[in-house]
């Protein structure tokens, strides 16, 4: 489980986001990432049986992203983030693709799952699975199940022009407008900080491994 000490210490992160102060707290942020990276461990072992095709070497310590931002060409010049993302890519090493993704922020945590912003080539196989199968597509997101836990998966931003290549009366044109495909759901800090949470965030994987099984078929 996630422990209230790792959620107490982001919450005084977000109140005191400068240098000296974590440079005083550095043994706290030292044991709230080693807990996350400990519940990343269990999760990616359950996950594995759901994915078979992960890759061996996946090691727990580098799913779990860095906190330091990179402020060169923002204007938040925060120096570190207020939460622990962790990735769990489906293949390879490196998240970005299709994948898991865990997000661990003090009353804003949530497991998802996906294909967040595909780049150029890859939206355009998605898009190209979409107009020849939409119909496996549609079984999964709108299974009764799946929108109650991931919500309507249409409502996520689309492109407000027409896709090259696609005509305006294509009946699964909402779908292929899409610039995201991903579903996620909320995780209270209850149930994060609670015995056996890591069960719970590994069952939410299983009920969006179909769309990963379909997202990543688009990209073979």
């Known amino acids: 489980m996630i422990y209230q000490e790792s959620i107490d210490f982001l919450k005084d992160l977000a109140e005191n986001n400068n240098r000296e102060w974590f440079a005083v707290n550095k043994e706290r942020y030292d044991k709230a990432r080693e807990n996350v990276i400990d519940f990343t461990a269990k999760v990616l072992e359950g996950v594995r049986k759901i994915e078979a095709g992960m890759d061996e070497n996946l090691d727990a310590k580098k799913c779990v992203m860095r906190i330091y931002r990179d402020i060169r060409f923002s204007k938040n010049k925060a120096p570190y983030k207020n939460n622990f993302g962790v ?10 693709g299709v ?34 199968n939409a119909a496996d597509l549609k079984k999964i997101i709108d299974d009764k199940e799946f929108v109650k836990l991931f919500g309507d998966f249409r409502k996520q931003e689309q492109l407000k022009s027409l896709p090259k290549g696609y005509e305006p009366d294509n009946e699964n044109l909402d779908l292929i407008k899409l610039k995201s495909f991903v579903g996620w759901h909320k995780l209270t800090d209850k149930e994060l900080t609670q015995p056996g ?8 994987c299983s009920r969006i491994h179909p769309l990963n099984v379909f997202l990543k078929n688009a990209l073979a």
């Open 197 to 204: 949470s890591e069960k719970t965030v590994i069952d939410m």
């Open 87 to 96: 990735s769990l890519p489906t293949s390879g090493l490196k998240g970005g």
């Open 99 to 132: 994948e898991y993704y865990l997000h661990i922020q003090p009353g804003n945590s949530f497991i998802g799952g996906g294909y967040w912003m595909p780049e150029a080539p890859h939206l355009k196989a998605i898009r190209q699975e979409i107009d020849y």
